[in-house]
């Protein structure tokens, strides 16, 4: 596994991150997550293979994953060798604070988080989107606040445009307040719009990107049209506000993919987690992996270098589309 800073914060995580969305109570809306039993064969082969960047939210299994974080933590390893990320925003039913980024929110949220986590600190906590409604200076005093009362080291930020990102980051800079550290954003081989405005105010602002879905969904780990997986075939085709999560077009990027690593000898993941890899504002993808070749496909794409040829043919055909999910 290879370590590197987080932006150019001191925060030192691996080049891999666990995302914990796969970990909690099954529902009828996610019936493929993992509880306990089923998630600590993947937390413990995320250890062997050095990924110590895990990352969860609030929301996810509606508190149920944090609660299978904090209990991974003590059973697996040591919370000085983890790296743990969660966030905060959506509703979560715990009274007039449960949702958005109001500082009575932020400060009801992130002390259920230490509570499910069972942690007295969190690495790395993010706002899970922007919130409209709320004042940006009152949302980062409050989470400068969380960081000076010692409940986190660093903030994130994840999914939302441009210039709100760069509002947030001025507000900080104006009244004294923490920045950002980094954004969890959306960015794969069929979505790569961030890669317009975003990237570039990322790496200005000494920002670490960490991505999410790099495979999007699994759309470029498999060829076209196949869905061999609970998760992947129960995928929506929209997102909430109906904008599509792919196009037609993108059965050419998944093409050449498969190409790509047949070719090579590798699998697909391989081929589009190092693709997401190469850029140099990302720090760590995020990883949700419900099977061991899941993981092991993510650690792999370390050592894969594309040639400019091969780039060329996965990037060639990409059709600008709507960023979607914010």
């Given amino acids: 596994m290879e370590y590197t800073r987080l932006g150019t914060s001191g925060l030192r995580v691996s080049r891999i991150a666990l995302g914990c969305m796969s970990f909690g109570t099954p529902s009828e809306q996610m019936p493929w997550t993992l509880d306990d039993a089923a998630s600590g064969p993947l937390f413990k082969q995320a250890l062997d293979l050095g990924i110590t960047f895990w990352d969860t939210a609030n929301i996810y299994g509606h508190g149920s994953s944090e609660e299978i974080v904090g209990r991974a933590l003590r059973r697996y390893t040591r919370r000085e060798d983890i790296v743990l990320a969660t966030k905060v925003n959506f509703p979560m039913g715990d009274g007039p604070g449960g949702a958005g980024l109001s ?9 259920a988080s230490l509570r499910r986590l069972d942690t007295d600190f969190i690495d790395l906590y993010q706002i899970h989107r922007f919130d409209p409604e709320v004042p940006v200076e009152e949302t980062m005093e409050a989470l400068h606040d969380v960081v000076k009362a010692g409940k986190a ?3 994130g930020a994840s999914s939302m445009w441009a210039w709100r990102f760069a509002k947030m980051q001025e507000a900080a800079d ?4 923490t920045r950002f550290v980094s954004m969890q954003d959306q960015y794969s081989l069929i979505m790569r719009e961030e890669e317009r405005e975003m990237f570039g105010l990322l790496a200005d602002q000494g920002v670490g990107s960490i991505p999410w879905s790099p495979l999007a969904a699994g759309l470029v780990a498999r060829p076209w049209g196949e869905r ?7 995928n929506p085709t929209h997102d909430p506000a109906g904008r599509p999560l792919f196009l037609e077009s993108d059965k050419a990027i998944v093409d050449a993919v498969e190409r790509i690593a047949g070719a090579r000898g590798v699998s697909m993941a391989q081929v589009a987690t190092a693709w997401v890899l190469r850029n140099p504002v990302v720090t760590a993808p995020i990883v949700g992996a419900t099977k061991p070749h899941h993981l092991a496909d993510a650690a792999a794409a370390l050592d894969l270098r594309l040639t400019l040829e091969e780039i060329t043919a996965l990037e060639g055909p990409y059709t600008p589309r709507e960023p979607t999910y914010f």
């Fill in 153 to 155: 080291r660093y903030l």
């Fill in 174 to 177: 104006a009244h004294g307040l």
């Fill in 103 to 111: 500082r009575r929110a932020i400060m009801e949220q992130v002390d």
């Fill in 228 to 234: 061999s997986t609970s998760r992947g075939g129960s």
